[in-house]
C-alpha cells in the first residue's frame, strides 16, 4: 500500500492565525489517522515579504500546539530538501527549462495594469484570466527570450476533471477559467503554481490539503504535473475559517492571531477552537491533539 504523504506549507510573511492552525491540525489528522508522513515546508518564495523570523515562530507555534512534523522544516530533516523554497532555485530552474522545452512556454511583458484595463476580475479572489496578448500565433514553437518579460505558460481549451475529496467532483476549463498562467515572474521570482509542483512531487507528497481559495489552482497544478511527467496527488479544499464579520482571517486579525491566542489560550483551547470549526467536536471545548486523532480514527473505523 502506498505511503501517505501529507504536508503544512505556510508563508513566513506573518504570525499564523486560526486559519491557518485549522488548516494544520486537519492535515496533521488526515495523515496521522492513516500511518502516513506529514511534511513542513516553508513558502518564502517572496523575499520581500517573508522573514527567517516568521519562520521560527511558525515552528515554535506548531511545537507549542503539538503539531511535530516528521520531515521538512528550517533545519532541513529529511532526505528530500531543503525545505525552504528559497533554497530550490535549482530545482525550479531545471523544471521551467523541460517546460521550455515543450514549446508552450512564451515571454509575455503585461502588466496587471495591462490585463485589467481589457477586463474585469470574475472569480471570487480576483483573479483575472489573460487574454493572451503576448502568445505566439503558431504553438508549440521555441522559446524566445526577452529581457525582463515573464514567462507564461500556454494552456489547451480543455476541461480538467478531478475529485476533490472535499468538494466533491470538479471540472474546469483551462483556457476560459484559467487562461495562460505565469510560471516565472518578470523579476526572476519564482510562481507559486510552478514551485509547489515541483515541491509536492519530489517531496512525494501524496494528499494536498487546503483552502478552498485555492482550488482553481488545482486545474492548473494538474496541468503541470502532466507536462513535467508526474503523477498528481489527491486535493482536499477545506472552507475557509472567517471572522465575526463573515470576512476570511488574514494576518491583520490580531484577536485570532497566535500571538493573541497563545497569550491568552492553552493550547487544548486552541485545538478547541480549530476543531469545532471543523465540526470534529460539536461544541467549542478544550481538546487533546490525541483525543482529535482519536476522534478520526474513530470515524474511520465507522465507515
Known amino acids: 500500500m502506498k505511503e ?5 506549507a505556510p508563508s513566513p510573511s506573518g504570525r499564523m492565525h486560526l486559519g491557518n492552525i485549522y488548516t494544520a491540525v486537519l492535515s496533521w489528522l488526515s495523515v496521522k489517522s492513516r500511518g502516513g508522513r506529514w511534511i513542513l515546508r516553508i513558502e518564502d518564495l517572496d523575499p520581500q515579504r517573508s522573514k527567517m523570523e516568521f519562520a521560527r515562530q511558525i515552528e515554535d507555534d506548531l511545537h507549542w500546539l503539538g503539531l511535530d512534523w516528521d520531515e521538512g522544516g528550517i533545519d532541513g530533516m529529511g532526505v528530500r530538501g531543503p525545505y525552504l523554497q528559497s533554497l530550490r532555485h535549482d530545482l525550479y530552474e531545471e523544471a521551467l527549462r523541460k517546460l521550455k522545452d515543450t514549446g508552450l512556454c512564451y515571454p509575455c511583458t503585461c502588466t496587471r495594469a495591462d490585463i485589467l484595463a481589457t477586463q474585469a476580475p470574475h472569480e471570487s479572489d480576483g483573479r483575472v484570466v489573460y487574454m493572451g496578448t503576448c502568445r505566439p500565433r503558431l504553438l508549440p514553437s521555441p522559446y524566445k527570450e526577452k529581457a525582463g518579460a515573464a514567462v507564461r505558460l500556454a494552456v489547451p481549451d480543455e476541461t480538467i476533471s478531478f475529485v476533490d475529496r472535499i468538494k466533491g467532483a470538479q471540472s474546469v476549463d483551462l483556457h476560459r477559467h484559467c487562461g495562460d498562467f505565469i510560471v516565472r515572474r518578470g523579476d526572476g521570482a519564482w510562481s507559486y503554481q510552478l514551485a509547489v509542483v515541483v515541491d509536492d512531487a519530489m517531496m512525494g507528497v501524496t494528499e494536498v490539503l487546503r483552502g478552498d481559495d485555492l482550488l482553481l489552482s488545482a486545474a492548473q497544478q494538474i496541468y503541470l504535473y502532466r507536462l513535467l511527467g508526474y503523477e498528481s496527488p ?10 465575526e464579520a463573515g470576512i476570511r482571517l488574514s494576518k ?3 484577536s485570532l492571531s497566535m500571538e493573541y491566542l497563545r497569550a491568552h489560550h492553552t493550547p487544548e483551547e486552541i485545538l478547541g477552537m480549530a476543531a469545532r470549526r471543523a465540526g470534529l467536536i460539536p461544541a467549542e471545548a478544550p481538546v487533546s491533539l490525541s483525543e482529535l486523532l482519536e476522534c478520526t480514527l474513530r470515524k474511520i473505523r465507522s465507515k
Open 234 to 243: 489527491e486535493f482536499a479544499h477545506v472552507p475557509l475559517v472567517c471572522n
Open 252 to 254: 491583520r486579525d490580531k
Open 4 to 8: 501517505i504523504v501529507g504536508r503544512f
